[in-house]
């Protein structure tokens, strides 16, 4: 429970990310071209969510940046291709 309570503070701003982000994706449902540039808003925003979070931790490696990274794009192209499905 006190690994949880630490963290919470870090967690709670990348769920506001998301949730933001979300928002903004409906919010903006009539323009894919702006839901684009949201999606790569969280994505990016997301990436350097994990670099803060792991360099704080003192835990940054080249392969925990690569991964967030990885993520990123994978989310960014299963959105991108749902939102441009049809």
């Given at each position: 429970m006190k690994h949880i309570v630490k963290h919470l503070p870090h967690y709670l701003s990348l769920l506001g990310i998301f949730v933001v982000g979300f928002l903004g994706f409906l919010i903006f449902s009539y323009d894919k071209g702006f839901?684009?540039?949201?999606l790569a808003s969280i994505a990016i925003s997301y990436?350097?969510?994990g670099i803060i979070h792991h360099h704080i931790h003192k835990d940054l490696y080249?392969?925990?940046?690569?991964?967030?990274?990885?993520v990123a794009i994978l989310g960014f192209v299963i959105v991108f291709s749902i939102v441009f499905q049809g």
């Open positions: 839901q684009i540039a949201i990436v350097a969510w080249l392969a925990v940046v690569i991964e967030y990274i990885a």
